[in-house]
């Protein structure tokens, strides 16, 4: 039998094991302040509170745009680079700040089943080796919290990550 020269475990693959679909309406109208006040959230992460995240549109000039926020998770541990291209290969791209606090107002109960991911696309903030400050809602001893982590390394499998749909 042939050795194999592969390591023992791969990084890779990246089978999607679900997706779940949420439709979320973003206006713009509200600052990323007052979306977090109506997500009721037990705890809310210092760098979310001091950033504004979201500046407030004339009225006249307010659109409505429908995200198709989709939880997604994978079969395998992947690197964040990875999860983004597997959301490319499926027509996937990252949520913005708005449409991730306002899923959170709209659907408070899927972040207790599970931490949800949302990758930025604009991060919160940036280091130098490449890892970026990404929203993540959970919760914590039974109550719901907006935090953000360090995302720039491995995910483990089962993760669930927030991607849009592209209308």
């Known amino acids: 039998m042939k050795e194999s020269s592969e390591p023992p475990f791969l990084i890779g693959g990246g089978v999607m094991k679900k997706t779940t679909v949420f439709p979320v ?4 109208s509200l600052t990323g302040g007052e979306l977090l006040e ?6 809310v992460h210092r760098e979310l ?11 006249e000039s307010r659109i409505v745009k429908l995200h198709m926020v989709e939880l997604v998770s994978f079969e ?10 597997r959301f490319k290969e499926e027509g996937l791209e990252r949520p913005n700040i708005e449409a991730s606090l306002r899923f959170g107002i709209l659907y408070p109960d899927e ?5 949800i991911i949302f990758p930025l696309d604009k ?6 080796d490449g890892a970026n400050l990404i929203l ?3 919760e914590d001893d039974g109550c719901r919290v907006a935090d953000v982590e360090w995302m720039g390394l491995c995910c483990p499998a089962g993760t669930t990550f927030a991607a849009v749909r592209p209308n």
């Open 38 to 43: 109506l997500g009721k959230y037990a705890w």
């Open 76 to 85: 395998d541990d992947l690197y964040l680079g990875e999860v983004f291209d």
């Open 111 to 115: 972040q207790t089943k599970c931490p």
């Open 25 to 28: 309406a973003c206006d713009e």
């Open 123 to 128: 991060p919160i903030q940036s280091r130098g």
């Open 136 to 138: 993540v809602l959970s």
């Open 49 to 59: 509170r001091r950033k504004g995240l979201i500046g407030v549109s004339l009225p």
